[in-house]
């Protein structure tokens, strides 16, 4: 659980790797936009700041979160000079045990997606009981998920590349 009132994404630059040649997916829910298209800018801003070229970032959308598992296998194989591909999506916890199945589904077909493929998937599906703890983790007082899952797509596009030099 998030430390009260701290911000997560603050990062290091100088521990980051160099961006500037990668290239980046990003698919987006629209479902929860409000929270969803908060998350695309922390990755968006993320990127930039790092040097990838905005030509370099490939953006989908699609309707819910369930979505996000169908369009990124077809991201996948449609762009595969992709380097790294995040997933945004936001589900946030009502009466019915929809959020469960939902959240459940997700996370296994991305987790499927990342043993399947080359491209690893970064998941940025917050999954939260509120929506005040969605809107705190999408740029308010946790940070920006978004910002983390750009990070964290950058070391991923940088193990795959030294992964791949070294199996020659």
Request: hydrophobic content about 40%; some cysteine.
């Amino acid at each position: 659980m998030a430390t009260e009132g701290k911000n997560l994404s603050h990062y290091n630059k100088e521990e980051i790797p160099n961006a500037k040649n990668f290239r980046f997916g990003i698919i987006v829910s629209e479902w929860n936009s409000n929270i969803t298209e908060n998350l695309f800018q922390g990755a968006f801003d993320v990127w930039i700041e790092n040097q990838v070229f905005k030509e370099n970032i490939v953006r989908w959308n699609v309707p819910g979160s369930f979505e996000l598992i169908y369009a990124c296998k077809k991201m996948q194989e449609t762009f595969e000079m992709l380097d790294a591909i995040v997933v945004v999506g936001s589900v946030i916890k009502g009466e019915t045990k929809h959020f469960d199945f939902v959240c459940e589904g997700v996370t296994q077909g991305i987790k499927d997606l990342n043993i399947q493929s080359d491209i690893p998937v970064i998941f940025c599906v917050l999954t939260d009981d509120h929506m005040q703890q969605s809107i705190d983790r999408s740029g308010g007082k946790h940070g920006n998920k978004g910002a983390e899952a750009a990070v964290a797509a950058i070391k991923m596009a940088q193990l795959r590349k030294d992964a791949k030099f070294y199996k020659g």
